[in-house]
């Protein structure tokens, strides 16, 4: 027993930066999946419907903003010393997402009315955009920031910003405001400030030297690819939600994006998973070696039994009695339908597990077309029931289309994965 217990502190202690990067990254999800309760306690559960489908929105946005951006600030900063292309880096990282979101709250604030009935479903949730989109600004600058720290090798500090930044911040700002777009404003303002002053105290730690104003075609491109399949996922992901809103049904659109953040909360512990395995996948497939890539797909194998697997089962078991609590009637989607959707978190673990094992064999494309053909799923099946069916049967054709698409995403993931573990078997 004690051999044991001197095992797992030494791996702690060699492996400490890793698992607080992990930890960071799920204080997040727990924090921001904790907001959901106090907003509906604070505001009632319509305004945390309408909280859920914001949250899907920016989620929505911010891939479309930032164009890949901190995935190319951590491969290129983190690939050279030359302070000048550093500094060049990182003021192309920061402007590129920055001009596009300040383009993008200038157009909320200049149409707020056709920006909430496209996007929120409704005209009457208008005054929202513009917190909206001030968020989207802010968290832009926060993310690649974060990504600025990690590109610096500086590892503890990127997740000690990112604990700030999406733990302590929305909790701070949800505990200073009186309203949700009120919230959201406050939560935007401390973003922006912090991200600000944290930029200020890299771009000062260098020496005065002017940036490199060239090389950044391959800058853009590397990260676009990634961009892509981020966007077309969000975008899914946001799609069953909205269709629901936009039929004046907001609190069953609560339910659908509840839906899709237990499913993600249920899933995404795979995901740093599969981005630490990604440089072992990456050597292996150069070296051609198939004995080590068959490790690496059995490991990933066993953790997906050992998370993926419970993750689904408790979410299953919690939906029903969260959902009662959050928006007081945990019935209103039905067991069936909600049980339905729940085993997504299935294939979604998959998705999350093996993404960045695509990247490195094929290229970020091969997710973006396994996530178009997800949609064009969903939009098959959810067209084809409204019309073969019933059109007054909504609620299930979204239900229906959305479970079919996941588990289409799923299958395609594992299928390419596994083509690419036989090419070296």
């Given amino acids: ?50 909280y859920m489908i914001i949250r899907r929105t920016i989620s929505m946005f911010l891939p479309a903003v930032m164009l890949g951006v901190q995935i190319s600030l951590i491969k290129h900063i983190g690939a050279i010393t030359d302070q000048r292309k ?64 990690k590109g610096l090798h500086r590892i503890f500090l990127a997740s000690l910003i990112y604990v700030i930044f999406f733990s302590l911040g929305p909790l701070c700002a949800y505990f200073l405001s009186s309203s949700l777009s009120g919230f959201l404003s406050v939560y935007a303002f401390m973003l922006l400030t912090g991200g600000i ?53 907001i609190t069953m659109s609560g339910y659908f994006s509840l839906i899709m ?18 440089p072992k996948v990456a050597r292996a497939l ?11 797909f059995t490991k990933l194998a ?15 078991m919690l939906f029903g009695t969260v959902a009662k609590y959050l928006l007081h009637d945990g019935l209103a989607l039905g067991n069936r339908a909600a049980a339905m ?3 997504t978190s299935v294939p979604v673990s998959a998705y999350f597990g093996l993404r960045n094992v695509l990247d490195v064999g094929y290229s970020p494309l091969r997710n973006f077309y396994n996530i ?34 996941m588990w289409t995403l799923g299958v395609l993931t594992v299928y390419y994965s596994y083509v690419l573990y036989r090419r070296t078997a």
């Avoid at 730690?205 to 969000?234: C, Q, R, W, Y």
């Avoid at 150069?286 to 690496?296: D, H, I, K, P």
């Avoid at 066993?302 to 299953?316: D, E, G, Q, T, V």
Wanted: net charge positive.
């Fill in 1 to 50: 027993m004690r051999n044991y217990y001197l095992k797992v502190m030494n791996l702690v202690k060699e492996y400490w930066i890793y698992i607080f990067a992990v930890a960071s990254e799920a204080s997040a999800l727990l924090v921001n999946f904790s907001l959901f309760a106090l907003i509906q306690h604070h505001y009632g559960p319509e305004q945390l419907s309408l």
């Fill in 86 to 149: 550093i500094i060049s880096y990182i003021w192309f990282g920061i402007t590129l997402p920055l001009t596009l979101a300040l383009a993008m709250l200038m157009t909320g604030a200049a149409a707020p009315d056709l920006l909430s009935r496209i996007f929120l479903g409704n005209q009457k949730y208008s005054a929202y955009m513009v917190p909206l989109l001030f968020l989207v600004l802010s968290t832009a600058l926060a993310q690649a920031v974060v990504a600025i720290s």
């Fill in 197 to 249: 002053a944290i930029l200020l105290h890299f771009m000062t730690s260098f020496e005065n030297k002017a940036p490199v104003l060239k090389g950044h075609v391959e800058f853009i491109t590397f990260g676009i690819k990634g961009a892509g399949s981020d966007f077309l996922m969000m975008f899914l992901l946001w799609l069953p939600p909205y269709i629901m809103a936009s039929t004046n049904a």
């Fill in 261 to 278: 953040s237990l499913v993600l909360v249920s899933a995404s512990p795979l995901s740093p998973i599969g981005s630490a395995m990604m």
């Fill in 286 to 296: 150069q070296t051609n070696s198939g004995a080590e890539l068959r490790t690496l």
């Fill in 302 to 316: 066993k953790l997906f039994l050992l998370i993926a697997i419970p993750a689904f089962l408790a979410s299953l």
């Fill in 341 to 343: 959707m729940l085993t």
């Fill in 372 to 405: 178009f053909i997800a949609l064009a799923v969903f939009l098959s099946c959810f067209f084809s029931l409204l019309f073969f069916i019933s059109p007054v049967l909504i609620r299930i054709a979204n239900v229906v289309a959305f479970t079919a698409a």
